[in-house]
């Protein structure tokens, strides 16, 4: 029947689209209206029962065939933090091991106690514990470090949070890259510009509100203000206005302004360049005045 067909599929979409079709439990009719939309490319089948509309995520699919949540960098893009550029197999926390072999290269994270949400929430890692597995598993660290800094500067979690999930193989890296974090990071040029500079054993404080000025993005040596363009360029007349008023402002009180671009910053160029404006900016310091005649 037409209706028992469109309620099947009703079902399937209130679980965001792919569900194990146990889980729905159906009678012995609606099993059999199931293969039917299956034969009929209404449904696609995948291993363990799962079934999904056409369309479906493959990391909400994989998620259905291991029982667990989405979690790294899938998870990143769900939150929508900021993420790098690159492809990577998704990456789900399990409850426990499974004999069940990967259908797309997916990565597996055993969570002992780990709770699944209801069907009709997205199966996706908590944020805390999201960015725990991340910072552990992740090759690099700029990419967990700029989900950490968003999610910590908008307030969804705290660094104790995700510090108390760290346990397990790659912890202690995962706390060292942790400590880097800052919920004062606006922006991820901010991260890489911050890396940058830890990375040159330059000394900083990010997020310092200056009087008539407001918060700048970094400030060095307490008289030199790094300041970063926007992650995506832009040409707007306003801002652009009011970058160089914000600039006199400082030149006023006192202190020098290096702006960097965004390709600055990703071309790694932040820290050399500061340690040259440094070193000179201690030259004029020290320079003697010449004696007046």
């Known amino acids: 029947m037409r209706q028992c067909d469109d309620d099947i599929l009703a079902r399937v979409r209130a679980c965001h689209g792919a569900v194990r079709l146990r889980d729905l439990g159906l009678d012995r009719t609606e099993r059999r209206h199931a293969q039917k939309l299956v034969e009929a490319r209404a449904l696609f089948a995948y291993p363990h029962g799962v079934v999904a509309l056409p369309g479906a995520g493959w990391d909400l699919i994989l998620a259905r065939v291991h029982g ?15 993420r790098p550029r690159l492809w990577a197999p998704v990456h789900l926390a399990v409850p426990h091991t499974s ?27 908590p944020v805390p514990l999201m960015l725990a ?21 908008q307030g969804h979690t705290s660094a104790e949070a995700v510090a108390t999930l760290l346990r397990g193989p790659g912890s202690v890296q995962a706390r060292g890259r942790l400590a880097l974090a800052s919920p004062r990071a606006r922006s991820p040029l901010e991260t890489l510009a911050r890396l940058q500079l830890h990375d040159a054993g330059i ?31 832009h040409e ?50 020290s320079r003697k005045r010449p004696k007046s005649a």
């Open 68 to 82: 667990g949540l989405i979690t790294c960098l899938h998870a990143v893009k769900h939150y929508g933090y900021p």
């Open 99 to 125: 004999n069940r072999a990967p259908l797309r290269g997916e990565v597996l994270h055993v969570e002992s106690g780990l709770e699944l949400p209801p069907l009709a929430q997205f199966p996706v890692a």
């Open 133 to 153: 597995l991340y910072l552990r598993c992740a090759p690099s660290r700029e990419g967990p470090l700029m989900a950490c800094d968003a999610a910590l500067h």
């Open 203 to 233: 000394p900083f404080v990010d997020g310092v509100d200056i009087p008539r000025v407001g918060e700048v993005d970094l400030l060095v040596a307490g008289w030199l203000v790094l300041e970063l363009d926007g992650y995506t360029y």
């Open 236 to 285: 707007d007349e306003f801002q652009f206005a009011r970058d160089r008023t914000r600039d006199r402002e400082l030149i006023k009180q006192g202190y020098r302004v290096a702006r960097f671009t965004r390709k600055d910053v990703e071309l790694g160029k932040v820290g050399a360049e500061i340690h040259q404006l440094l070193a000179a900016g201690n030259r004029s310091h």
